[in-house]
């Protein structure tokens, strides 16, 4: 009895043994970098027990602007403080000399620490190249002046650069091949997302000791310096955005109110973006609780009067717009009397300048009538309804988008609409189906400006190494598909001339400014309505100076009333703030 008995005590020890090895072998040899449902890295956290660093770099690659300067990161020269200091005695007086800061102060900061840090951060000191030199002369262990790469707590065009954030489940979904940590920061919206494959980073720069049980040095107080010691990596993103321009563009939406909308501004020269601002911002601390996180300048919106342009094109091919036919806007466009807006009877260059409904209402459908499709391949034309930002073949990737959210516009969405006359003259004043993206809208006027050539826009213009030489560049690229010809583009720049220069004009506010201007405003109804109010989307979209031009901008502010604006007031403050940039740099 007692002999089985024993045997059984055996069987299980050596069973509960057994399994304990297993897990044993699954924990130190299996699941070292997955460790629990939680995918805890054992090897990473039990370095962190036997050291303490401070990251200086977390490696991630950079975005720059046009000029060079970082726009999502600032590196910052510091003071930093090994929390083992307070431990030995250390001239605390020679720091306080070189940089100002009391001795009691710094020995204070050095008592409460509890891991290495860098003097005042989150707004640490910023020292000067002569400091920074005079403290490492001092050559105190735990006592350093480096440069630091800090992230900005303000992102200049954050829904176009984008964010990031740890999923480890996503680290190896999107990267099944790639040994990386499941910490490793990863793009998730915008330029972030777009190029992450390129800004992975190769490990972290950092400055290391080892410590004992109770924090104390363990292999003596020298501080290790860890680096990939890769002269290629991390590479920078240069951008084609200005950051000054950007900065100040930022101001004025916020200046005029624009809760929901913004603008985007593109160089015309090479087609790129100097600046895209869209608002609502992004609430940081959740960024998937609102809608900041979506770039409104990429996303299709109702265009209103901005589209009378692309039914201006089309009636001048067509030979619908002689210079002696008068259209009659007393009306509006479904016949009945027109009260708000009686303009009497306008010629086609007025009607365009005023804006007049009933005269495009009437050119759409004689339009329809010559041909369904006219309206959409027009549009097309002038890069309204596909998408307008760079793609190309990169590296193994084919087909690679800058702009990967954008959307695409459209002019119908059935086939019945399409043929149907009342549609097709509401569609001729961008209401009904009619959507385009603010993007694709400044690309039209940038097109116009041009003589008619259609090219894709840049938001980066190239990837760097390191050590500053290219790694990817993505040249000036023109886009696909029919144009429309010089002569009616000539035709249209005159045209968007005159809504600025005539008296009536819905330009005119536009008259007086340092640059002359050329553009198209847009007031389209919704069909939203708050307190029993129909909601507006209103727009100025143009180019400047007329004569010589070198930018295009779209100013649009979204789902208000029709008595709000700010987007006329938006469009002026930046055409002076750029002629006043333009000549600033002249005279440097």
């Not at 460790?35 to 770099?57: A, G, M, P, W, Y």
């Not at 479904?334 to 365009?352: A, I, V």
């Not at 979209?541 to 709000?564: I, M, Q, W």
């Amino acid at each position: 009895m007692w002999k089985r008995r024993a045997l059984g005590w055996l069987f299980i020890c050596i069973t509960g043994l057994a399994l304990l090895l297993v897990r044993l072998m699954e924990i130190q040899l299996m699941e070292t970098e997955t460790f629990s449902k939680h995918n805890v890295n054992l090897l990473e956290e039990s370095v962190k027990q036997r050291t303490q660093e401070l990251v200086i770099d977390n490696g991630r690659g950079n975005f720059l602007d046009r000029n060079g300067e970082m726009l999502t990161h600032k590196k910052v020269s510091v003071l930093v403080l090994f929390p083992f200091l307070k431990k030995i005695d250390w001239d605390a007086n020679k720091v306080s000399d070189i940089t100002g800061i009391p001795e009691s102060v710094l020995k204070n900061a050095v008592k409460g620490a509890k891991k290495p840090f860098a003097y005042g951060d989150p707004q640490p000191l910023e020292l000067t190249a002569s400091q920074m030199e005079r403290v490492n002369q001092l050559n105190i262990p735990g006592v350093f002046a480096i440069e630091k790469k800090f992230e900005r707590s303000q992102v200049p065009a954050e829904q176009l650069i984008g964010l990031t954030g740890e999923n480890p489940k996503e680290v190896k979904k999107r990267y099944p091949t790639k040994e990386l940590s499941e910490k490793t920061l990863l793009g998730v919206s915008g330029l972030e997302e777009s190029f992450d494959e390129f800004l992975l980073p190769e490990g972290k720069s950092k400055l290391v000791y080892h410590v004992d049980g109770s924090g104390g040095p363990l292999f003596g107080i020298n501080v290790k310096y860890v680096d990939p010691a890769n002269p290629f990596y991390p590479v920078n993103v240069r951008t084609t955005i200005d950051k000054s321009i950007q900065q100040r563009a930022e101001e004025l939406v916020d200046k005029y109110q624009i809760k929901k909308g913004g603008l985007v501004l593109l160089n015309i020269e090479d087609n790129s973006v100097l600046a895209m601002v869209s608002r609502p911002v992004i609430n940081k601390k959740d960024p998937y609780s609102g809608a900041g996180i979506t770039n409104k300048m990429l996303k299709q919106q109702i265009m209103g009067s901005v589209f009378k342009t692309v039914v201006a094109a089309a009636a001048i091919d067509h030979n619908l717009v002689n210079p002696a036919r008068q259209f009659d806007c007393s009306k509006k466009i479904n016949g009945k009397p027109e009260l708000k807006y009686n303009y009497g009877m306008l010629d086609f260059t007025n009607s365009f300048a005023r804006s007049c409904n009933r005269t495009f209402g009437e050119l759409a459908k004689e339009l329809l009538k010559k041909d369904p499709h006219l309206l959409e391949e027009y549009a097309d034309k002038l890069s309204l309804t596909n998408t307008v930002g760079w793609q190309g073949d990169v590296y193994h990737t084919s087909n690679f988008k800058q702009l990967p959210d954008e959307d695409k516009g459209r002019v119908f969405v059935s086939d019945e609409a399409r043929k149907d006359a009342n549609m097709a003259a509401m569609s001729g004043i961008g209401q009904n189906e009619v959507r385009a993206t603010p993007l694709a809208v400044a690309n039209m006027m940038a097109t116009i400006a041009r003589g008619g050539k259609k090219e894709m826009v840049r938001a980066v213009s190239k990837i760097e190494y390191k050590n500053g030489t290219t790694m990817v560049d993505f040249p000036v690229q023109s886009l696909q598909g029919d144009s429309i010809s010089p002569y009616t583009t000539m035709r249209l720049q005159k045209l968007l001339r005159e809504v600025v220069t005539s008296p009536n004009g819905t330009g005119r506010w536009f008259k007086d400014l340092p640059y002359e201007v050329a553009g198209k405003s847009g007031t389209a109804e919704t069909g939203k309505y708050v307190a029993g109010k129909q909601l507006h989307n209103k727009w100025f979209a143009g180019y400047f100076p007329y004569k010589d031009p070198k930018y295009a901008l779209v100013a649009v502010n979204l789902d208000v009333y029709d008595s709000e604006g700010g987007v006329n007031l938006l469009f002026a403050d930046m055409v002076k703030l750029l002629y006043e940039n333009d000549h600033d740099e002249r005279r440097k």
